[in-house]
T-cell receptor
Framework: EAQVTQNPRYLITVTGKKLTVTCSQN?????MSWYRQDPGLGLRQIYY???????DKGDVPEGYKVSRKEKRNFPLILESPSPNQTSLYFC????????????FGPGTRLLVL | AQSVSQHNHHVILSEAASLELGCNYS??????LFWYVQYPGQHLQLLLK??????LVKGIKGFEAEFIKSKFSFNLRKPSVQWSDTAEYFC?????????FGKGNQVVVIP
């Protein structure tokens, strides 16, 4: 079954404690991205990757890092989480950047105390 | 970078009523347009998309949208809603390498 998976689905942490949210897709997609969803603000793109070892900033990259060492995986790293990063995070992938439909993961709900 | 505006963030209507959600975007180049739906507690799912061709696009569950290039709009419509259409709806515009989302419309359908 074609899918995008994220782990963990729910996470409570404290300020400053490094964390990683994993994202994996089994569709051999080139394009992957991370979004955060906040009430009244919709989805905002954090980072995206057009292929292995190719990443770029989205609209709200501050406080986040990503890596793309393999095509299927695109982890989101918070080196020093802060309360304003409490949010719902979605990973998405698509075949390429040229308008192909994006497939979204189930979301990771993060609470930073 | 492109931006997307959605109007009337909260919409409450009765079953069988018609629904129209507005979406306007700003971007000077070629765009691809999408409407996504997020049911309570679930992730985003694609309702419909426009890449080229007929500007009237039909999607799943009886939804349709019309691309009007001169108005930079891509409004979503459904003639008769059901309770199960209660969800949040997001318009999205892809230009260059980026996909920009609107802030969403929270739609509540009362049985």
């Amino acid at each position: 079954e074609a899918q995008v998976t994220q782990n963990p689905r729910y996470l409570i942490t404290v300020t400053g404690k490094k964390l990683t949210v994993t994202c994996s897709q089994n569709m051999n997609h080139e394009y992957m991205s991370w979004y955060r969803q906040d009430p009244g603000l919709g989805l905002r793109q954090i980072y995206y990757s057009m292929n292995v070892e190719v990443t770029d900033k989205g609209d709200v990259p501050e406080g986040y890092k990503v890596s793309r060492k393999e095509k299927r995986n695109f982890p989101l790293i918070l080196e020093s989480p802060s309360p304003n990063q409490t949010s719902l995070y979605f990973c998405a992938s698509s075949r390429d950047r040229l308008g192909e439909t994006q497939y979204f993961g189930p979301g990771t709900r993060l609470l930073v105390l | 970078a492109q931006s997307v505006s959605q109007h009337n963030h909260h919409v409450i209507l009765s079953e069988a009523a018609s629904l129209e959600l507005g979406c306007n975007y700003s971007y000077g180049g070629t765009v691809n347009l999408f409407w996504y739906v997020q049911y309570p507690g679930q992730h985003l799912q694609l309702l419909l998309k426009y890449f080229s061709g007929d500007p009237l696009v039909k999607g799943i569950k009886g939804f349709e949208a019309e691309f009007i290039k001169s108005k930079f709009s891509f409004n979503l419509r459904k003639p008769s809603v059901q309770w199960s259409d209660t969800a949040e709806y997001f318009c999205a515009v892809r230009g260059n390498n980026r996909l920009a989302f609107g802030k969403g419309n929270q739609v509540v359908v009362i049985p």
